[in-house]
């Protein structure tokens, strides 16, 4: 009887991992491309910096020469204590649509990068945002272009790709497979009508969406999500689209050590609890089904006929690897089919990790 239950609990987990996977797949088909938007639009380009000089020398002439008819770039320098200030000095004075907006440390918003980033909006000349940060440099000259393409009267929150570079190394493999499992999800709820995130380093959004929800008032005191939180706020079903065009991809280094990254992550998960409860419990019943998925089917194999339970487990690794092959190949990352098994498995440990080290520390940042 026992053994039933358990057995009919793991098929419950495939079919509902499976789900998933072909809800995800969505935002990979009927995607069509804007007739409209014919005339481009100008764009104020938004970089964030903060102790970034050598890194900026290196980064922003990709960005200075993008192949779009009118765009301005301003670049936030939130009180650098390097050279930062003087390096985008000598920019500006060879290219007159870069302008720098130095950002002083106050009392109220010591070092905060949503006060800056709302400085740098209020600065801005154009109604359409483009955001990134001065460690990300376009994979393409057409960067702007494809993703302001996308605006449209209805459609005025816009989510693009980041990725990682790629590089001969676990970390780099790992953050990679994280990271295109992120956008699976990330453009396949943005498909089914309910975004819960974006790629800070790559979103665009009319400066009309960002006053209508008062900026980052609701979230100014956490020094982190200014892209999960705000989307939370001012995207819905109607304003919001992504863009997953090559062109539009945004590329940024791996991070140098596991540790960093795993700290990333940790700040990164306790966002995520402050989005919608909705999107909380559906990422979540994701994750759990999955543990409890792998549980049960190596519990099972010294229990019940092996053959069957293979058979589930083929099958669901079939539908995970078309899902996520297809996805890998439009999003740039085909290598990372090969590893998937292992992968899945190493991220999910992580993850655990992960919950774990939440549990034990506290933020002493937020309020």
């Known amino acids: 009887m026992i053994l039933s239950v358990v057995f009919s609990v793991f098929v419950a987990c495939a079919v509902i991992q499976t789900t998933y996977y072909i809800l995800f797949s969505t935002f990979l088909f009927g995607l069509k491309k804007n007739k409209n938007n014919i005339t481009e639009v100008p764009v104020s380009v938004i970089i964030y910096t903060k102790n970034q000089a050598k890194i900026i020398q290196q980064f922003l002439p990709s960005i200075l020469e993008q192949k779009h008819s009118k765009f301005e770039i301003v670049l936030i320098n939130n009180a650098s204590s390097d050279n930062t200030k003087d390096v985008v000095e000598l920019f500006t004075k060879k290219h007159a649509n870069l302008k720098i907006l130095n950002v002083e440390n106050n009392e109220a918003f010591w070092g905060s990068k949503k006060y800056a980033l709302t400085l740098g909006i209020k600065a801005s000349k154009y109604n359409n945002l483009l955001f990134t940060d001065a460690k990300c440099k376009p994979v393409s000259k057409y960067w702007i272009s494809e993703m302001s393409k996308k ?181 740039k990352e085909p290598q990372i089919i090969f590893f998937l098994p292992f992968l899945e498995i190493g991220l999910l440990l992580i993850q655990i990790s992960i919950f774990s080290a939440n549990l034990i520390s506290k933020p002493d940042h937020w309020k």
């Open 151 to 331: 605006f449209t009267s209805k459609k005025t929150i816009i989510l693009g790709y980041k990725k990682y570079q790629k590089k001969n190394s676990i970390i780099n493999i790992f953050t990679r497979f994280e990271n295109l499992l992120t956008a699976i999800k990330c453009f396949g709820f943005t498909k089914l009508g309910s975004s819960y995130m974006a790629f800070g380093s790559n979103l665009a959004y009319q400066k009309s969406e960002f006053f209508k929800v008062n900026g980052f008032i609701n979230h100014m005191k956490i020094n982190t999500g200014e892209d999960y939180l705000f989307i939370k706020d001012a995207a819905n079903n109607k304003n919001t689209t992504f863009c997953i065009s090559e062109d539009s991809f945004i590329e940024t280094d791996t991070p140098k050590s596991f540790s960093k990254w795993f700290t990333e992550k940790k700040e990164e998960t306790r966002i995520i609890k402050k989005i919608q409860f909705k999107h909380r419990f559906l990422l979540g019943f994701f994750n759990f089904s999955k543990l409890l998925f792998y549980v049960l089917a190596v519990t099972l194999f010294f229990f019940y006929p092996w053959k069957i339970i293979l058979a589930i487990i083929l099958s669901y690794f079939l539908v995970q690897y078309i899902v996520v092959g297809i996805s890998a190949k439009k999003l």
